[in-house]
């Protein structure tokens, strides 16, 4: 495993953070690393790497967010057999049973189109805190450990 691409979305930087907690992760594994945010990535990207990092935020109580829209249905039509993927997101534990919903979602659309969950769905409170950060870099190395497991 040698190449990953990651995509984000965040609207005030939390998800960006994390995304790039991975992404500085994945480097020092000697990853060569795509990061980018979902407005600007496209489905087909994924293909093209390794492994897939998803990081979104939540928003709207359940509701994808506004600009997650289009990446999600578009995913949703693709062919990911046997890619490994992982996903990690922020969200607000205010939201309760919708916490981190969209973690849920993007879990369950890279199941839905053959992806092997490579680890456990992340998710996080706000900003990452030292015990997120450690919580983040543990994931990414078990997600591209997945095969020596
Ligand atoms: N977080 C959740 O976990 N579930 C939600 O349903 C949810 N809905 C939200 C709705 C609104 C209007 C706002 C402002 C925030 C909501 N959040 C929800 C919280 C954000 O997901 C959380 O603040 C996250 O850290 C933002 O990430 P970002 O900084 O990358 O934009």
Do not use: H, R
């Not at 790039?20 to 994924?46: A, H, P, R, W, Y």
């Not at 992340?122 to 919580?135: G, V």
């Amino acid at each position: 495993l040698t190449t990953a691409k990651i995509v984000y979305a965040s609207m005030t930087g939390n998800n960006e953070e994390v995304a790039s907690i991975i992404d500085e992760k994945l480097q020092d594994m000697g990853i060569q690393t795509d990061m980018s945010d979902i407005t600007f990535s496209d489905v087909n990207e994924f293909s093209e790497y390794d492994i897939a990092f998803m990081v979104p935020y939540s928003y709207g109580e359940g509701e994808l967010p506004d600009e997650a829209l289009d990446f999600y249905e578009d995913l949703l039509e693709i062919d990911l057999t046997d890619k490994i993927f992982a996903v990690a997101g922020s969200g607000d534990v205010f939201y309760e049973d919708a916490y981190c919903i969209t973690v849920d979602d993007f879990t369950k659309a890279f199941l839905k189109i053959g992806g092997i969950q490579a680890a456990e769905s992340l998710k996080i409170n706000l900003a990452p805190d030292l015990e997120d950060i450690e919580n983040i870099e543990q994931f990414t190395e078990k997600a591209v450990n997945f095969y020596e497991a």
